[in-house]
């Protein structure tokens, strides 16, 4: 969507049919009589601007939320391709980031549950379930939200429909079939109250090249309205194993006050008294790691247009054993409110990032560094710095992941005079 606030339109003709085409769809709100080109839009329009037929150009003050090929990172099946092959390019180079355990299991990049592409990797899949059938996967539509077409299996004749010939076993390959991946389901989630739950973070980029990104702390969980069991005769119940608000909203259990959410800085306080602070603290220095490794890995394929930064919502669900797992990254988090605290937690999301892209309430320009004073950062803080952590090294990444480095509070930064950084980078 393309903001209600300052907004210049280069010809009348092009206000008239932008607002004639967009607002119609709900995709824009226009005010009148203003003078900036900020645009905030949906991922749809953005395919627009950027496509080589409209042969439009964004002008130096143009701004747009969103990178031309986003969805390298927020479709689900682009998402495990470029991690997969950011492992294999760290393996190659010999880095230690990318070292196995005796098993053939990434030890410091196993934050992605085993991954299948359907129909491609259907011979794999099979292979894989047989060595463990007792498992239970979840298949997801690839270009879907809000838990649309997610249901889980734990038979491989629950998915012979999409089986050409059941007696070989080769999967459908007709271009018409929707793309699904199929990944192992985490059966052991933590649980607060008998309830699975996920946590929605929201991360600001503003540039990949260098990479610089920005956490935002003021996230949430997204809590199910029905106590979970691992139970096969509960994998029909949606309202038991997907924490998609979409989806829990039609649960007769739904609170509408609270909205069966939590605050990030509730979960923290929650574990800290129940599982220590330091574990805490590890678990959240992970959850960060997890997330800048998925934008490295997506890094060198994306489009870094200077006319453009990106807020994705973040999925992470943390399992029994305190270790967090990404399931998935949103192009275009809901903004939509639906309690009082919800509203004003995206009130200040859209508020900050809109102080980060656009800083010190100026007329926007693509060609500046991007690099905002800490004072209008408001409640997001650096997560990764691309070129500060140059500076420290090239093995920074490296000794503060095997816990050889102090991190944000240690005394490296604290001895050196400068300003403590937000995390380990």
């Not at 939320?65 to 180079?93: A, G, S």
């Not at 410091?108 to 991954?115: E, K, N, S």
Request: with cysteine; net charge positive; aromatic share 12%.
């Amino acid at each position: 969507r393309i903001m209600a606030g300052k907004v210049k339109w280069v010809t009348d003709i092009e206000k008239s049919v932008l607002i004639n085409n967009f607002e119609k769809r709900g995709w824009i709100q226009v005010a009148e009589n203003e003078d900036w080109n900020f645009y905030w839009m949906s991922v749809q329009t953005i395919r627009n601007v950027f496509s080589v037929e409209t042969g439009y150009r964004l002008s130096d003050d143009q701004i747009v939320n969103h990178f031309p090929n986003h969805y390298e990172l927020t479709r689900k099946d682009l998402m495990v391709k470029n991690i997969k092959r950011y492992r294999k390019e760290l393996e190659k180079e010999g880095s230690p980031l990318a070292e196995k355990d005796e098993n053939g299991k990434y030890i410091y990049l196993d934050f992605v549950p085993v991954t299948f592409m359907l129909p491609a990797d259907y011979n794999l899949f099979v292979e894989e379930f047989r060595k463990n059938p007792s498992s239970t996967w979840i298949m997801k539509p690839c270009g879907k939200a809000q838990g649309k077409g997610i249901f889980l299996i734990n038979k491989l004749s629950q998915i012979k429909k999409w089986s050409r010939d059941s007696k070989t076993s080769s999967f459908v390959s007709q271009s018409s079939k929707e793309a699904y991946v199929i990944s192992l389901y985490i059966n052991n989630p933590l649980l607060i109250g008998g309830k699975k739950f996920d946590l929605r973070l929201y991360v600001l980029v503003s540039t990949y090249r260098p990479l610089r990104c920005y956490m935002y702390k003021l996230g949430f969980c997204r809590f199910c309205t029905v106590k979970y069991t691992p139970s096969t005769s509960e994998l029909d119940n949606m309202f038991v194993h997907l924490t998609n608000v979409a989806i829990q909203k039609h649960g007769d259990d739904y609170n509408h006050i609270h909205g069966g959410k939590w605050t990030v800085s509730n979960l923290r306080l929650y574990l800290e008294s129940t599982r220590g602070k330091e574990v805490t603290s590890k678990l959240f220095d992970e959850i960060h790691w997890i997330i800048v490794q998925s934008l490295k890995a997506v890094a060198p394929v994306m489009n870094n247009d200077k006319h453009c930064f990106e807020c994705y919502g973040y999925d992470i669900i943390i399992d029994d054993k305190l270790k967090p797992w990404l399931i998935e990254v949103n192009a275009s988090p809901s903004l939509t409110s639906s309690t009082a605290n919800d509203r004003i937690l995206k009130y200040n999301l859209i508020n900050d990032t809109l102080n980060i892209a656009v800083p010190n309430g100026e007329i926007p320009d693509c060609k500046w560094n991007k690099s905002p004073p800490r004072e209008v950062l408001g409640n997001y803080e650096v997560l990764y710095d691309e070129e500060m952590a140059q500076s420290d090294g090239p093995e920074r990444d490296w000794r503060s992941r095997s816990g050889q480095a102090a991190g944000a509070k240690g005394s490296r930064a604290r001895d050196s005079g400068k300003p403590p950084l937000t995390t380990w980078k």
